[in-house]
């Protein structure tokens, strides 16, 4: 199934395919595009689509992509296969053209997966690479066999050049002797018949010994071969043909392998040719402003669509100059499938039946369409066109005739296509009825009009009961109403700017066009008199038809103004909404920002209160102290801890927010906390925490138990006296912890878990009795360095601090512990 020759021909196809093939980089792929005919199955459709606009994308990427040097030796290949003889110039054509094709090959296969079909052609390339490489080395650029194509032409040709060499000096000196001065014409050598021969008068013939090859005109002057050199010229001559011979058998050899890769080459030409048939459609598509139209599947017997299955966007006729032409907008389908488009001549009727096929072969084709928006068509297996002027003098038939002969063999073929089931390119049949666009000019014009708006009724009836989608131009007033009283029949009209009596161009959907004769005749200067007369003469329901029509422009200019002032108004809108919310988010996160500033006050001051109360636990550990001057330190702290709560209160509602914040995450477990071990059933504090193993070490009463942390859960009640451990008020001395090294080393670390285990290391050397200790924590970008040394200037246990000095420099810090 193909759409119609005489389709293609009627909206202009063959001028889109000369400018397209005006894109193609060679003979090959400029035969593709003047072939290129529509798809009519749906898959083969997007395949194209695809394909172009894979094309066009890799070529905004690459735009000096191309075929390179790739020319169309199809023909060559074959003559080689069938045993001929190929010259240098043709042979070299062809490795540039595998050249090409593996350059071209490597380049696709680096694509990413937005090229998949590129990516296909590109590994369907040939690689040939011994044959390329076998015609360079032995032709030149300029197509000559070179001397280093074999052995035994580089030794002929350096004979050929001494024996001409030798042939050329015995002349010289005998055109140059005073023994022949008398004798020559001219002292000059020159050839005859392949001979090298002097200029010798005919009056001194006897005095030169030789063989004549030619004479003058004249007769006066004779062109003799001394005897002298004849030898030398034999010898010269004889291996000119070894030489050639050996250039024929070089030149045989290569054709022989072009023969037996014949298949192989022309499969590498036709692949360049329809990747540069690509590239072609892609350029014309960027250089006509087109884009990729949407292609559906619909056919007449599929459920009433959402959208119409045609709809061309500001679309424009891709012959006419971008500058001036005007778009338009036209869609079938869904509410209608026939459009009856009225209005004066030369008002645009027929360029938007044409713009309409058109456009719809191209995308068929798989080249894109000028629009400046997305536009959606379907797959038609039927494009008919019946436009213009067809008289045929010869077959003596009138405009109405034949006119008429095409109609009738449109409906024929579509009512034959309604009981002939199509297949698609792999040969599956599909029950549905086929797509079919169809488009006439002027329908039912050429004869009387009362007879002409009847055929032009039952036509479009039968189009309506064949469900194909059609365009239809016309000047009768009846059929304005006929399609305004009949479902699935649309009225469109051209516009007319009746005071400069000049079409606009401009499609509208909806509303029947006016004639504007008399409009158009009055504005001319016409007797108005006449005018009154010739209104007269119209029939009363004809000129209320009219005047209906003229109502319906004026309303339909006013809601069109009324539209366009909503729009401006939304706009407006629309404009203070988003400058309200852009200032709602600026105080959402200003006050976003005043609570992380809150919160970080309040952690800051609550990390302060458990280092204080760490410090006292610690000092509690590894000092004397009394029970009372416990009791103090933890009031001060609950003090502490009071003030912040009341300062992060007034944080709060200073900035609270209109609705209140989601809750803060629960922080992790830390020293000083008190919690509830599960395992047991007691609440006690944590005194140290373990992260590698997950684990914290809990005072309970009067001992410390080491558990895992999930064991414990967060208690808001302190631990029972009764349970918890009460120091006597007496001095206590804690034995001194054993085994302690003096080296601490802490390369690794993350920078958070430096301060706990650095403080317990320091009280368990104190508590062995080391006077000073090496702390290891490397240079790199000293992060860690100044955690180290930010820990020991605020510990109660340490004297000093210093670098290492010879002992690692700025990696080790050695800290001078208090004296006990």
């Known amino acids: 199934m193909s759409i119609p020759e005489s389709s293609l021909h009627t909206l202009e196809f063959d001028a889109i395919r000369e400018r397209l093939a005006h894109y193609t980089a060679f003979s090959a792929s400029r035969e593709l595009a003047l072939s290129l005919t529509p798809a009519t199955d749906l898959a083969e459709v997007r395949r194209r689509q695809a394909l172009t606009a894979e094309a066009r994308l890799l070529l905004e990427e690459w735009p000096e992509l191309s075929i390179g040097g ?55 390339l040939p690689a040939l690479p011994q044959v390329a490489e076998a015609i360079e080395q032995a032709i030149g650029d300029d197509g000559q066999v070179l001397d280093s194509a074999s052995p035994t032409l580089a030794r002929l040709r350096h004979e050929v050049r001494v024996a001409f060499n030798r042939l050329h000096e015995r002349l010289q000196s005998m055109i140059h002797s005073s023994a022949l001065a008398n004798a020559l014409q001219e002292p000059i050598v020159t050839v005859r018949n392949g001979r090298y021969v002097i200029p010798v008068k005919a009056s001194h013939r006897r005095e030169v010994r030789g063989l004549v090859h030619d004479q003058s005109g004249s007769g006066a002057t004779l062109y003799i071969e001394p005897m002298a050199v004849v030898e030398l010229n034999n010898r010269w001559r004889e291996l000119q043909s070894a030489e050639a011979e050996e250039v024929q058998r070089i030149l045989s050899t290569l054709s022989e392998q072009v023969g037996a890769a014949a298949s192989t080459i022309t499969s590498a ?50 012959l006419l100059p971008a500058e001036t032409v005007v778009p338009i907008d036209l869609w079938l389908g869904g509410e209608f499938s026939i459009l009856l488009i009225t209005g004066p001549n030369t008002g645009g009727k027929t360029v938007a039946l044409k713009t309409t096929g058109l456009l719809a072969l191209m995308a068929q084709a798989g080249m894109q369409i000028p629009a400046d928006q997305p536009s959606r068509l379907p797959v038609f297996q039927y494009i008919f066109a019946d436009i213009g002027d067809e008289q045929s003098i010869e077959q003596s038939l009138s405009t109405f005739s034949s006119h008429m002969a095409n109609i009738i063999r449109v409906l024929q073929t579509l009512a034959a296509a309604q009981h002939a089931p199509a297949s698609d390119e792999q040969g599956l049949f599909d029950e549905r009825r086929p797509a079919a666009l169809v488009l006439f000019d002027e329908l039912g014009a050429g004869t009387d009009p009362v007879e002409g708006a009847a055929l032009a009724r039952a036509i479009i009836g039968r189009l309506l009961e064949l469900g194909v989608l059609a365009v239809a131009t016309t000047h009768y007033a009846e059929l304005k109403a006929f399609a305004y009283a009949t479902p699935g029949v649309q009225n469109a009209s051209v516009e007319f700017d009746v005071e400069t009596l000049a079409p606009t161009y401009r499609l509208s959907i909806g509303l029947p066009g006016r004639s504007n004769a008399l409009a158009i005749a009055a504005r001319l200067g016409l007797d108005p008199a006449l005018i009154e007369q010739a209104r007269s003469f119209i029939d009363r329901k004809e000129a209320q038809v009219e005047d209906l029509l003229a109502g319906i422009q004026r309303e339909r200019d006013a809601a069109a103004a009324a539209l366009q002032r909503a729009e401006e108004l939304r706009a407006d809108a629309e404009k203070h909404r988003d400058r309200l919310a852009a200032e709602q988010q600026a105080f959402a996160a200003e006050r976003e920002a005043a609570l992380a500033a809150a919160r970080q006050e309040i952690e800051a001051e ?187 200037a605020t510990h109660p246990l340490v004297a000093s601090f210093s670098s290492g000095g010879r002992d690692g420099g700025d990696g080790v810090t050695i800290a001078t512990l208090v004296e006990r």
């Not at 296969?81 to 062809?94: C, F, N, S, V, Y």
């Not at 598509?285 to 959208?307: C, F, G, L, M, N």
């Not at 009394?626 to 009071?642: D, G, N, P, T, Y």
């Open 70 to 124: 790739a020319r169309d030796v199809r023909r060559a290949a074959q003559h080689a296969a069938r045993g001929g003889i190929l010259d240098g110039t043709t042979l070299r054509e062809i490795a540039a053209t595998l050249q090409s094709a593996a350059l071209l090959r490597q380049r696709l296969s680096r694509l990413d997966e937005r090229f998949p079909h590129l990516i296909d052609l590109g590994n369907a």
């Open 269 to 318: 030409v036709n692949t360049l040719a329809a990747l540069d048939l690509a590239f072609a459609l892609a350029r014309y598509a960027i250089a006509t402003r087109s884009i990729a139209p949407e292609i559906v599947d619909w056919r007449p017997d599929d459920p009433p669509p959402a959208e119409p299955p045609l709809r061309l966007t500001r679309a424009r006729h891709p």
């Open 606 to 792: 609550l990390r302060e209160a458990r280092q204080q109360l760490r410090r006292l636990r610690e000092e509690f550990r590894s000092v004397n102290i009394s029970r009372q001057w416990l009791e103090e330190a933890e009031k001060r702290l609950a003090a502490a801890a009071e003030q912040a709560q009341q300062a992060a209160e007034k944080l709060r509602q200073k900035h609270a927010p209109a609705t209140p914040p989601p809750p803060l995450a629960e922080r992790p477990l830390q020293v000083g906390d008190t919690v509830h071990v599960t395992s047991i059933g007691l609440n006690g504090d944590i005194v140290a925490i373990d992260e590698e193993d997950n684990t914290a070490t809990v005072q309970v009463g009067g001992f410390r138990m080491t558990v895992k942390l999930s064991e414990l859960k967060r208690s808001k009640e302190k631990a029972s006296d009764e349970r918890r451990y009460t120091p006597p008020e007496r001095n206590v001395n804690l034995p001194s912890a054993p085994d302690v090294s003096m080296t601490f080393d802490m390369r690794g670390w993350r920078a958070a878990e430096v301060s706990d285990r650095l403080d317990r290391y320091l009280n368990d050397a104190y508590l062995a009795g080391l006077h000073q200790v090496r702390l290891i924590h490397g240079k790199g970008t000293g992060a860690l360095r100044q955690v180290v040394r930010d820990v020991l």
